[in-house]
């Protein structure tokens, strides 16, 4: 293992975000599905709200808009990959034979 390698491991340990994700009690599949769908839902929300005030000329930074709608299409399309993934594993555990 190479010294680069060793000094990230360490910077990822020393990471408080990292030590709450170990020590946090395990949350269950299904709430972890539900916040990501409560966090995607108010995200398309808030780009819906920014698109139309965009759409009467209400927002002067249409750099940030973009942004915030590309981020937003980019989310969704992660909730739909994960439910497409989601269900190919459940058509492989239904088709396995007891």
Do not use: C
Not at 23 to 52: I, K
Not at 55 to 70: D, K, P, R, S
């Amino acid at each position: 293992m190479s010294p680069q390698a060793i000094a990230s491991i360490a910077a990822i340990e020393a990471d408080p975000s990292v030590i709450r994700l170990l020590t946090a009690p395990a949350s269950s599949f299904g709430n972890m599905v539900t916040q990501g769908l409560e966090q995607v839902n108010s995200q398309l929300m808030q780009s819906q709200a920014t698109l139309q005030s965009l759409a009467l000329g209400e927002t002067q930074n249409l750099h940030q808009t973009m942004i915030q709608m590309e981020e937003t299409r980019t989310a969704l399309q992660l909730i739909l990959q994960v439910r497409s993934r989601l269900l190919e594993a459940y058509q492989d555990v239904m088709k396995m034979s007891i």
